[in-house]
C-alpha cells in the first residue's frame, strides 16, 4: 500500500510527544511492508544523518516553511474571520 504521512515538522530526533508518534507512525507503517512518503515543514536544516535515517525507511521530502506570525498575518488576521493561525497558512 501507497501511504503519504503529512507532518507539521521533521520527526527526527525524537525528544517530545509530538515527535514521537510521527516517527513512530513512519517507522511502523513502514516495517508493515508500506511504501510510505513522509512530507514535512520544517524551518531550520536538518542534520544530514536523521535525513538519512528518514530515508532508509521510506521517501521524504521537506518544504522549508517559517510559521512564525508577522504584523501582516495580525492584520489579515483581523480583517477576516480567520484566526491567525489559520491566516498563516493560507
Given at each position: 500500500m501507497?501511504?503519504?504521512?503529512?507532518?507539521?515538522?521533521?520527526?527526527?530526533?525524537?525528544?517530545?510527544?509530538?515527535?514521537?508518534?510521527?516517527?513512530?507512525?513512519?517507522?511502523?507503517?513502514?516495517?508493515?511492508?508500506?511504501?510510505?512518503?513522509?512530507?514535512?515543514?520544517?524551518?531550520?536544516?536538518?542534520?544530514?544523518?536523521?535525513?538519512?535515517?528518514?530515508?532508509?525507511?521510506?521517501?521524504?521530502f521537506?518544504?522549508?516553511?517559517?510559521?512564525?506570525?508577522?504584523?501582516?498575518?495580525a492584520?489579515?488576521?483581523?480583517?477576516?474571520?480567520?484566526?491567525a493561525y489559520l491566516?498563516k497558512?493560507?
Open positions: 501507497k501511504i503519504l504521512q503529512l507532518s507539521p515538522r521533521f520527526p527526527l530526533p525524537p525528544d517530545d510527544g509530538g515527535k514521537i508518534v510521527l516517527s513512530n507512525t513512519f517507522k511502523y507503517l513502514s516495517k508493515l511492508g508500506n511504501e510510505v512518503h513522509l512530507f514535512c515543514f520544517e524551518e531550520d536544516t536538518i542534520e544530514e544523518k536523521l535525513i538519512s535515517e528518514v530515508q532508509s525507511m521510506g521517501k521524504f521537506q518544504y522549508k516553511y517559517t510559521p512564525k506570525n508577522t504584523a501582516s498575518i492584520l489579515k488576521s483581523l480583517c477576516t474571520n480567520r484566526s491566516a497558512h493560507f
